[in-house]
């Protein structure tokens, strides 16, 4: 699959020393939840990099901040194919204190959407090198902290699944309101055509 890279991005990736890295986005919803302590906590998308320290990368258009995670984040196989086959990626993020889990189990985690990009230190560019929407996590929790692997789908695993619409009024209906034209479909299914002979 071809990519734009940004020109500046490139011409740091093709330096003689280069360091790579890692950033996710986890597009988890904005709002403000009840922690285990009873305060108030702000909920809005996650965004990390397996650097150190926070760092103001550019994405979508718009300069965000990543925290570092280090060594705690961990990106499972990525594999490139040529065709239409959809493929998943295993984030995993260890070290995290067990009364963050129940936040993580409180959030409504799937089908949000989830962004990998690719850069280099010395740039603020990036380029994204995996997209698809959060499917499954894993917890693992141990005495003092706990392991979260989380499951991405890609974008085309869209193409495998039903759409749940049906070719009927009511249906129809309830997503576009006032249109007919499913409206005869009904009455149609009894009707006899007779074609190619004199009636």
Known sequence: MSRAIPSSLLSALTGDNIRPFYAVELMFDTRTITGVDGNPVSISPLRMWTGIGDKTINVQGSNQVFTGTGSLL??????EVGDLSSKSLELTLSGIPNSIISLALQEPYQRRVARLYLGEQSDSSVVEIFSGKMDKMSIIDESETSTIA??????????ERSSGWRYTNENQQSRYAGDTFFSYVQSMQDQTVIWGKQT
């Not at 961990?74 to 594999?79: N, Q, R």
């Not at 989380?150 to 193409?159: A, F, P, Y």
Request: glycine share 6%.
């Open 74 to 79: 961990s990106i499972g196989d990525l594999e």
């Open 150 to 159: 989380l499951t991405i789908e890609s974008k085309l695993v869209e193409l």
